[in-house]
């Protein structure tokens, strides 16, 4: 009874052990880095890839997902970097904000010097042992994820951003694009540090080519001073065949106001994770999501926001549509520590079932240990009003297109949290744009 | 917003401290030995004069306890139980079965006079106002009386102990034993199966309403003993049933182990009610003691347009573990599930409810209220889940939280997976939402949002809780009308 089991390493994770081995000496960064990373991964050795046996991944069994583990891209060269970059050109649609762009996970190009914007590669940081790279992992309460630990352990290519007051209403845009002749992994991290009283909008592209197997575990953490303002967009359209596990770790200050959009459409299965722990009082916070999925794609979205402290607002609202054979996850965990009182959070999760066969899985989560505080949360699924549709078709639109009209009306709701008009056009475009994929 | 004054009284009124069920009665026992291996579980069967198939059943049950893990995925936090230092099974000495209540150890039936369950059939005709309840009274490990069965009898109803069950109605009892709860089901389940020791057995055949209540009252007495109860209930054909649980112990500083196996079964068109009133030692203010309830509760809507109800009203143990569910397999069938659950002291509640959709048609209703106070953990956990098949299948879930005090901890951990696109769930916590148009109707004569709340859900409630005997109503009434003034989700 209750013998210890030692665990079976799958293929992934025997070769992730051995790259780290052959890898850990010539990794960026001073000892301390290098401790940080043993440590780091010490503990994703210690669960391995995550199961369905960890609460977290109860619908999202990496280990079964993710057999192989391969290796990383090289980086691209000059030539390809450019193809790369030019097949991406329209994606998004041109947005009147400077970019980092990446290819295969590696930082190919920086903009131009903004004023208030200090931007740095992560291996010149590391190397450099620049200030920065302290706050690299800050967040207590992902500390124990193992994907974020494995990004951490192999953590070279990205860039470390510091948006200062100075730089006024500041724009940034991540641009990840991803396309090879093999497949491949990556592993980019983006440490965004705004400091108290600055501003900035930051938009986070992935995309990547068709029918290629590549692997990525992203991390993007955010820092945001008393008094800040960041407005979060991200676009998942990874290729078909991707497997996207991606982190987003956000800590806040006194009075910020933070709002976070994620848009999925794209990736074979992805993983999205948001962390936000709540550091000063007084913040807003404005999370939302929406997803759209057909074929036999599987997205998850877990949330696990920590009031820690009082007088917090925070609203989630995700949506999720299904199409065809599709599966969907939302996990969300609303934390509310003791003195946390005056805690306002409310959790929405609605799912739109379009096809017979289409999956979804909710778990709204609550934990709470103060008594003055309002949480509520709430979650759907179903599937079109039939009612709605036969008003809608009565008045002559074609089925399809009557649904097409009710899905981009389910989908509307969380893209206000969208500020900036020209970012909310782009998403709305691919909101179009897949249903009209639909036929 | 913080709870009203009045709900901190009521809630108050029924803390740990004021346990009025935690007196002892000293009485020589016949135990097994201590420990437990499969000359124990041969010991219970022996001592049950069971046949050789159910000593069988109980062995094989042993063997594949013994290769399983004992689950740590709840939200509760206690030393780890050495389940070779109980004892598995005690009788009052000198115990013959109870073929006449005059055989009965005095001592016993003070017992239950005290505890106000009234085990002499015309003491229960007079006095309470209710219709006739029928009581099968478990003592540790045994059955000392099963009330009315003679009555029953004539409208074909068979109410008794489950080891009477296993020599008199074999064929009922291997066609249905172990059906819903397989015997390696979980953890405590398996632990069961091996060891229980007796519990009820309720047939009603096809067509009949059970013309009175059925109730079992579970009294754990002797020290450092387990309980293992296993109760069966089939409900044939067309047929009705309305079953209630209730449970005390001895306020003692150990912990006992309480680990139950209940079995609802619903044939076409029967309707099983089933109530329970958990009122376990919960232990002292600081955690000294109580019950550790790991329970195993699971009805099957197994024919077309079936009904299992399940309510229950939670307030002792010190450590609840329970989740009673419904297997929605028949056409058309439904479940229920109504739960009041309050934590004071350092109970640790995780209890909920698993609502899953096999057949076309199915609807479930999910109203679960827990309260926590002093520094207690109370979590809501649930599943609702719906099959490939199970088009048109309807889940209401709502489930309200209220903290009293910052000393304690009010968890919701809801999951909700739906295969099926025609099926529709919806799970709400938020009290603004129960339905616009009674709320509507509520405010337009003049009531405030939150007493049109109150008076809507404790309505409901009201209404499931009155359906309990005499004896429960005390603990229940003051459940009933708490407010739900500062609910958080």
Redesign the interface.
């Known amino acids: 009874?209750?013998a210890d089991v030692k665990p079976l390493r799958t293929a992934a994770e025997t070769a992730l052990i051995a790259r780290f081995q052959a890898a850990a000496n010539s990794l960026p960064g001073d000892s301390a880095t290098g401790r940080r990373r043993t440590e780091a991964f010490d503990r994703f050795e210690k669960t391995g890839l995550p199961t369905r046996r960890i609460?977290e991944f109860?619908y999202t069994d990496l280990r079964a997902l993710l057999r192989d583990a391969p290796e990383p891209a090289a980086r691209p060269d000059a030539a390809a970097v450019a193809t790369v970059l030019a097949r991406n050109a329209a994606f998004p649609a041109p947005l009147a904000i400077p970019s980092l762009d990446f290819v295969n996970g590696y930082l190919v190009s920086q903009p131009p010097a903004i004023a208030g914007v200090e931007i740095v590669a992560l291996d010149a940081a590391l190397a450099a042992g620049d200030a920065l790279t302290s706050r690299l992992g800050a967040l207590e309460l992902a500390q124990d994820n193992p994907m974020l630990a494995l990004n951490t352990a192999f953590m070279a290519e990205g860039a470390i951003v510091r948006v200062s007051k100075d730089a006024g209403d500041a724009g940034l845009q991540l641009r990840f694009a991803n396309a090879a002749d093999a497949p491949f992994s990556s592993a980019p991290r983006v440490l965004v540090v705004v400091d108290d009283g600055a501003s900035l909008d930051l938009v986070e592209t992935h995309a990547g080519a068709n029918g290629l197997a590549y692997q990525v575990n992203a991390v993007v953490e955010i820092i945001a001073g008393d008094g800040a303002r960041v407005n979060h967009t991200r676009i998942n359209a990874e290729g078909d065949a991707a497997q996207a596990v991606s982190t987003l770790s956000v800590s806040l200050g006194a009075d910020v106001r933070f709002s976070s959009f994620g848009l999925t459409t794209g990736s074979a299965m992805s993983r999205h994770q948001i962390f936000l722990g709540c550091a000063g009082e007084g913040a807003d916070i404005t999370i939302g999501g929406a997803t759209m999925l057909r074929g036999r794609q599987f997205a998850d979205t877990t949330l696990t926001l920590d009031h820690a402290v009082p007088n917090c607002n925070s609203r989630e609202l995700f949506k999720t549509v299904l199409d065809d054979e599709s599966t969907g996850v939302f996990q969300g965990k609303i934390i509310v520590r003791?003195h946390a009182?005056k805690t306002d959070g409310r959790m929405m999760s609605a799912?739109l079932?379009?096809?017979?066969?289409?999956?979804?899985?909710?778990?709204?989560?609550?934990?709470?240990?103060?008594?003055?505080?309002?949480?509520?949360?709430?979650?759907?699924?179903?599937?079109l009003d039939d009612d709605l549709l036969f008003y809608l078709m009565a008045r002559g639109l074609p089925r399809k297109q009557a649904e097409a009209l009710m899905v981009e009306a389910f989908l509307g709701e969380p893209l206000e949290f969208v500020a900036r008009e020209d970012v909310r056009d782009n998403l709305v475009a691919l909101v179009e744009g897949w249903l009209a994929a639909r036929g | 917003?913080?709870?009203v004054q009045e709900t901190v009284d009521r809630v108050k009124a029924i803390d740990v401290d004021q346990y009025k069920y935690g007196f002892e009665t000293v009485l020589e026992t016949e135990k097994a030995p201590k420990g437990l291996s499969e000359d124990t579980v041969r010991y219970i069967s022996a001592r049950k004069n069971e046949p050789e198939w159910m000593t069988q059943w109980r062995l094989d049950a042993f063997r594949r306890w013994?290769?399983?893990?004992?689950p740590t995925?709840a939200r509760v936090d206690y030393p780890k139980i050495d389940y070779q230092d109980a004892y598995y099974y005690s009788e009052p000495k000198n115990f013959s079965g109870p073929d006449s209540l005059d055989d009965v150890d005095p001592e016993i039936l003070k017992t239950y006079e005290k505890l106000g369950i009234p085990l002499r059939e015309q003491e229960l005709l007079a006095g309470v106002k209710t219709s006739k309840v029928a009581v099968d009274a478990v003592f540790d490990s045994v059955s000392v009386a099963t009330t009315f069965k003679e009555e029953l009898k004539k409208v074909g109803v068979i109410f008794c102990p489950i080891s009477e069950a296993i020599r008199e109605h074999p064929e009922l009892v291997k066609k249905y034993l172990g059906s819903v709860v397989p015997v390696s089901d979980n953890f405590f389940a398996t632990l069961n199966s091996a060891v229980f020791t007796d519990g009820s057995f309720v047939y009603i055949p096809e067509g009949v309403r059970c013309p009175m209540e059925l109730s079992t009252y579970f009294r754990i007495n002797e020290r450092n003993t387990g309980q293992f109860e296993r109760t069966l209930i089939i409900a044939d054909k067309g047929s009705y049933v309305s079953y209630l649980e209730g449970c005390t112990a001895p306020q003692r500083d150990e912990h006992q182990l309480h680990a139950a196996v209940v079995e609802l079964v619903a044939l076409e068109d029967a309707e099983i009610k089933y109530s329970t009133v958990q009122n376990w030692f919960p232990g002292d203010a600081e955690g000294k003691g109580g019950i550790y309830n790991f329970v195993t509760k699971r009805g099957d809507c197994r024919g077309d347009r079936s009904k299992i109800s399940w309510t229950q009203v939670e307030t002792g143990s010190a450590i609840t573990w329970k989740y009673p569910s419904c297997i929605l397999r028949g056409d058309g069938s439904n479940g229920e599930f109504y739960s009041i659950a309050i934590s004071n002291g350092r109970q640790q509640v995780d209890s909920g409810t698993k609502m899953i959709h096999l057949g076309k048609n199915t609807t479930s209703r999910i109203i679960s209220k827990g309260i926590a106070a002093g520094r207690s953990d109370n979590t809501y956990r649930g599943q609702v889940s719906a099959h490939?098949k199970a088009s048109n299948a309807r889940n209401f879930t709502n489930c309200d939280?209220l903290?009293?005090?910052?000393?304690?901890?009010?968890?919701?951990?809801?999951?909700?997976?739906?295969?099926?696109?025609?099926?529709?769930?919806?799970?709400?916590?938020?009290t603004s939402?129960i339905s616009d148009d009674q709320m509507f109707y509520c405010m337009q004569r003049g009531l405030s949002d939150e007493e049109a709340v109150a008076l809507i859900v404790n309505g409901f409630v009201k209404d499931v809780l009155q359906h309990l005997p005499m004896e429960f109503a005390v603990e229940a009434q003051k459940l009933i009308s708490i407010s739900l003034e500062?609910s958080?989700?």
């Open positions: 009874m209750g609460e109860h003791q009182q799912a079932l379009l096809a017979e066969n289409a999956t979804m899985n909710n778990k709204p989560e609550l934990e709470i240990f103060a008594d003055d505080v309002q949480c509520a949360h709430g979650a759907t699924c179903g599937q | 917003m913080a709870a013994q290769t399983m893990v004992e995925w490939r939280s903290l009293i005090g910052d000393q304690c901890g009010a968890h919701t951990v809801p999951y909700i997976e739906s295969k099926n696109a025609s099926a529709v769930f919806e799970h709400e916590a938020t939402k500062g958080v989700g």
